[in-house]
């Protein structure tokens, strides 16, 4: 960015506004806006065929949409061709040319050609910034999955555009790579300050390397949020179900913040919404095991029914009193296992916090 | 994308051109309406041309079905219609068995020699369909060497028969050994599990996996009969046929009506064999699951050499009906003098063009090859690749499936009523070999096509995506990545034109002129004139030719791939 763009810079770095797509008589995205920043990381997170794809090849100008426009600074880029735009993209596939060089792949968008010396040293410089340095003469075949990765990104980045658009950049990798290379990306992007916007279908890669997270449904946008906005507060049943681990208990309203489970009343932090049945929702974090017994709100008693140890978090299986059916999920730290046993068939205090449960229309599933 | 536009807003100089208009789009939208200019041109008008034909009278009126009418009331049409039928239908019941079986026994026992059977099989593809009929008649004609092996006369029925169970095997072949290779091993294992024996096994399983290939190498097989001019020329006799009649009608009598209802006549199984295979294809495609296991044959001794035997046998046969053609144009006299001569290959004394003919038939080649490639490559290319043609792209992709439609003979007619039209301004094309050479790449545009297709199709389909985001124009990725990978695939395609065009007689023998004969066609003159060691000797060189290029191809192709093995060593 020039600094001559400064009057420009109130409008987002870029935007979508309306944005559909439809093929035939099924639509795969429907009027989709948002806005992003610059330097932003953005994870468009969701399903597969939830329309993620599509929105970032509109976003690219390899497909047209049917209603909406895409915009850069506010200027209208919907029509213009790829070429005529300015970003980098990494896909799934890597499309790594096999008849290249790694040297070549990333050199494909340096102009112009005739300046071999000094785009060997551009090659060089970004070998070296995704870790491969030295693998000029290999070819992709050569190269293992993650390395290949690697490559790509270097080729996208090479022209230092001022986008990156990445399709499931790690998808194709198995998990201990792929983790790694999450941990890199960020840094990366981090470093150099690029605009990401990455497709993912896995919450915990979006939830660990966004900035803001774009939860997508059947070509609908649910919920746009930082990470913890979306973990905490998820603003659908959807996104609560898709992101995360989450408890599920059926309530029925009796005061304009407090429900009955069972034969026990829970108050919560905020008004029910309208309806009167409904699916209260806790994560497994959030329910809190208690030394001592005190009578307070949300506090019931449950009978352990199986322990489970799972590294750095223990998990318990409950049973509530009053609650019949009902299994509660619970995560315990180890410093709180160090001030109490827990056993099978033990009873136990547990309190599920007001502010951390949150009620969603019974019917309205996903 | 955001630098751009923002920076023309400003006012400050874009580094690259924001505005103007975009060549890449231009040249995806106009290039592929040249292509379909082009076969529109190729194909369609001569067709459209033949059809007209068949519909009105000399001086241009409308006559209805009245040529359809006058067609149905001669005897002669009638029964060359029905002999057509006949000899297809033998000829498919004959074929497409003996193609299985053979398939079979390459794909599903362990026996020996598997890769050279394989290419025996393929053989009759690089001899024209008089060849084995000239063998036929040395065979078993009238001084025959195996005249008495055979009652009656080799001029008829069983000879025709007999040809073009030679010609068509390796097209059966083809199909069912790609449908066989394709069907699933483990339900053959499952079925084995379950204690299903061999017998059942093959009715409840092989059988039903290949049905769709049986029934179209049973279509193809009928059609290539039917449209086939070569055999029923040379030992048809008094055995008419229709593919034979619309020559005769129009070269021989200039009736340009009745021929033109003949080629209708054999254009509508074409169309038929066409759409059903089309479907088949797809429903193939669909049913072979991509975790598919390919068979595995073990060695079972017994069923080895039992499939030992039997592709010996039939190997024989296919090498014997060229081997003898072959012989008979080095000996003096067949079968009275058996001293070695290169006499018959001196064409001076005899029709058809000779060592001209000869020339002209490479010269042919050689252009169908180079100029057809690289044409039906970037042809696919438009429709597989090229999003800015993604609007033209199946107009383009129905115009190149279009050609398998159409029998080499009914295409030869319709260029015969449209270029040598009076009025067409393109006339002074006819009887040349440029338009000759058009024919050849139209007549065998749609295989070509398939092939450079598939090769594209399996390229990573972001190929041109990424180019873009890099603003690199399709026409540099085309030239540094496409090209070079799919080099293979084109030299395959080179090869197909090139043998095609040195076998084909069928359209070639309505457009050649005495200047412009080739060698398949002076076959036909040579064996008309009697002259049959001529042709023999013609044939031969035709089949070496063929294979002397297929051979050097193929050690083409073996060089690109080692280079292509490179890129994953290292
Ligand atoms: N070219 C196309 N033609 C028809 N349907 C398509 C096409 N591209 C995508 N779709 C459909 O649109 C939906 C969204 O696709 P996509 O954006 O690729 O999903 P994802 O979120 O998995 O990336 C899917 O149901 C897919 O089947
Ligand atoms: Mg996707």
Redesign the pocket.
């Known amino acids: 960015m020039k600094p001559d763009d400064a009057f420009l810079s109130a409008a987002p770095h870029l935007a979508v506004a309306g944005l559909s797509?439809r093929?035939?008589a099924?639509t795969?995205?429907d009027d989709v806006s948002l806005a992003i920043r610059k330097g932003e990381f953005v994870c468009?997170l969701?399903?597969?065929?939830?329309?993620?794809?599509?929105?970032?090849?509109l976003v690219a100008g390899l497909?047209t949409p049917d209603a909406g426009r895409v915009l850069a600074h506010g200027a209208d880029i919907t029509r213009l061709p790829p070429a005529r735009r300015d970003y980098g993209i990494v896909f799934q596939s890597y499309a790594l040319f096999p008849n290249l060089s790694v040297a070549d792949n990333i050199a494909y968008g340096l102009t112009p050609r005739r300046e071999r010396a000094r785009h060997r040293e551009r090659v060089r410089e970004l070998l070296e910034l995704v870790g491969l340095p030295g693998a000029e003469d290999k070819y992709p075949a050569a190269l293992s999955g993650g390395q290949q990765q690697r490559v790509a990104l270097a080729r996208a980045l090479a022209t230092s555009p001022g986008l990156l658009l990445l399709?499931?950049p790690l998808s194709a990798l198995d998990a201990r790579v792929r983790d790694k290379l999450r941990d890199e990306l960020k840094r990366l992007q981090k470093k150099l300050g690029v605009t990401t916007l990455m497709?993912t279908?896995d919450q915990a890669e979006a939830l660990a390397i966004a900035d803001r997270v774009v939860v997508?449904n059947a070509?609908r946008i649910e919920q746009v949020g930082t990470p913890s906005e979306i973990y905490r507060q998820p603003a659908s049943r959807f996104v609560a179900e898709f992101v995360g681990e989450a408890n599920w208990l059926a309530a029925r309203r009796v005061a304009d913040d407090v429900v009955e489970v069972g034969s026990h009343r829970l108050v919560l932090g905020q008004a029910l919404p309208a309806g009167d049945a409904f699916s209260l929702f806790v994560r497994p974090e959030d329910v809190l095991v208690r030394e001592r017994w005190q009578a307070a709100p949300n506090t019931l008693l449950a009978r352990v029914a199986d322990v489970a140890f799972a590294g750095a978090l223990t998990r318990l299986k409950l049973a509530p009193e009053g609650m019949p059916g009902v299994t509660l999920t619970a995560e315990l730290c180890p410093s709180m296992l160090s001030r109490q046993t827990v056993v099978p068939g033990q009873i136990v205090p547990v309190a599920l916090p007001a502010e951390r449960l949150i009620a969603y229309p019974e019917g309205a599933r996903c | 994308m955001l630098n751009m536009p923002a920076r023309r807003t400003d006012g400050a100089g874009p580094a690259r051109p924001a505005s103007g208009p975009d060549l890449e789009a231009l040249l995806g939208r106009i290039l592929p309406l040249v292509w379909v200019a082009a076969l529109l041109l190729a194909i369609a008008f001569p067709l459209m041309a033949m059809l007209g034909r068949a519909f009105l009278a000399a001086d241009g009126g409308f006559v209805g079905l009245a040529h359809f009418a006058e067609v149905a009331g001669s005897p002669g049409l009638v029964r060359a219609a029905l002999n057509s039928f006949a000899v297809s239908a033998a000829a498919t019941l004959v074929v497409v068995p003996l193609a299985f079986g053979f398939a079979f026994a390459l794909t599903r026992t362990a026996t020996w020699g598997r890769g050279v059977f394989r290419q025996v099989a393929l053989l009759p593809l690089l001899a024209p369909s008089l060849m084995p009929a000239i063998s036929l008649v040395y065979l078993f004609g009238n001084q025959g060497l195996l005249k008495d092996w055979v009652g009656g006369s080799v001029y008829g029925f069983w000879g025709v028969l007999a040809g073009e169970v030679f010609y068509t095997f390796p097209h059966a072949f083809l199909i069912l050994a790609t449908a066989l290779a394709a069907s699933d091993a483990r339900l053959a294992e499952a079925a084995r599990v379950l204690g299903a024996g061999p017998v059942r096994r093959f009715f409840s399983v092989t059988l039903p996996a290949a049905r769709y290939g049986l029934v179209s190498a049973a279509l193809v097989v009928f059609t290539l009969v039917v449209t086939d001019f070569g055999v029923p020329k040379v030992v048809g006799g008094d055995f008419n046929v229709l593919a034979v009649e619309a020559f005769k009608q129009v070269i021989g009598q200039q009736n340009f009506e009745r021929g033109a209802v003949v080629g209708l006549m054999l254009l509508v199984p074409a169309l038929l064999t066409f759409g059903v295979e089309r479907r088949l294809a797809r429903r193939q495609a669909a049913a072979l699951s991509a975790r598919a296991v390919p068979f595995a044959p073990s060695r079972r001794r017994g069923v080895d050499l039992a499939a030992f035997a039997g592709l010996t046998l039939v190997s024989f046969a296919i090498v014997s009906l060229l081997a003898v053609g072959v012989a008979a144009s080095l000996l003096a006299y067949w079968p009275y003098d058996l001293s070695f001569t290169l006499a018959h290959y001196d064409f001076s004394g005899v029709d058809g063009g000779g060592w001209s003919a000869y020339v002209n038939s490479l010269t042919l080649a050689t252009a169908s090859a180079l100029v057809g490639a690289p044409l039906v490559f970037l042809g696919a290319y438009w429709t597989e690749k090229l999003k800015a043609a993604a609007g033209v792209a199946p107009v383009l992709r129905a115009f190149a499936l279009l050609p398998m439609a159409v029998p080499g003979l009914v295409l030869g007619l319709g260029y015969v009523f449209f270029f040598n039209h009076p009025a067409n301004p393109l006339r002074g094309l006819y009887g040349g070999m440029a338009l000759m050479a058009v024919c050849t790449v139209a007549h065998f545009y749609t295989t070509a096509h398939l092939t450079a297709a598939t090769a594209l199709k399996q390229l990573d389909a972001e190929f041109e995506a990424v180019a873009a985001s890099l603003k690199v124009p399709f026409w540099v990725t085309l030239y540094r990545v496409t090209l070079p990978v799919c080099t293979p695939a084109l030299i395959d395609v080179a090869r197909f034109f090139f043998v095609s065009a040195m076998t084909t007689v069928s359209a070639l023998i309505f457009l050649y002129s005495p200047d412009s004969s080739v060698a398949a066609v002076a076959l036909v003159t040579m064996d008309d004139a009697g002259d049959t060691a001529a042709a023999a000797a013609m044939a031969t060189l035709i089949v070496a030719t063929s294979a002397a290029v297929s051979l050097a191809l193929s050690a083409l192709e073996g060089a690109v791939s080692r280079r292509k093995a490179r890129w994953k060593s290292r």
């Open positions: 797509r093929y035939g099924f795969a995205l468009l969701g399903p597969s065929g939830c329309g993620k794809t599509t929105l970032l090849r497909d399709d499931e497709v279908h997508m070509g």
